[in-house]
């Protein structure tokens, strides 16, 4: 029985499909921000990116989860 993924992962292959880039690629694009705050990168990704809020929400949310691996 496969697990089903939850949470902002669960949005990940919605976003590949509609927006062409690979979910790591999208994490670097954040983490190369010298934006530092969530609604701050929500918006820059909506602005920038053309991405819908949730998408955007859970890219933002997914990838300050996991830290800069600094």
């Known amino acids: 029985m496969t697990a089903t993924v939850k949470g902002p992962a ?9 927006y062409g880039r690979p979910i790591a690629e ?3 694009l954040i983490r190369s921000s010298p934006l530092t705050k969530h609604m701050e ?3 820059w ?3 920038e990116h053309r991405l819908g809020h949730g998408h955007a929400n859970a890219l933002v ?3 300050l ?4 691996g600094d």
């Open 45 to 47: 990704l909506k602005t």
């Open 65 to 68: 989860a996991e830290g800069t």
């Open 41 to 43: 990168l929500v918006n």
């Open 61 to 63: 949310a997914h990838t």
């Open 26 to 28: 999208w994490k670097d």
């Open 10 to 18: 669960s949005y990940f292959p919605s976003i590949e499909k509609k």
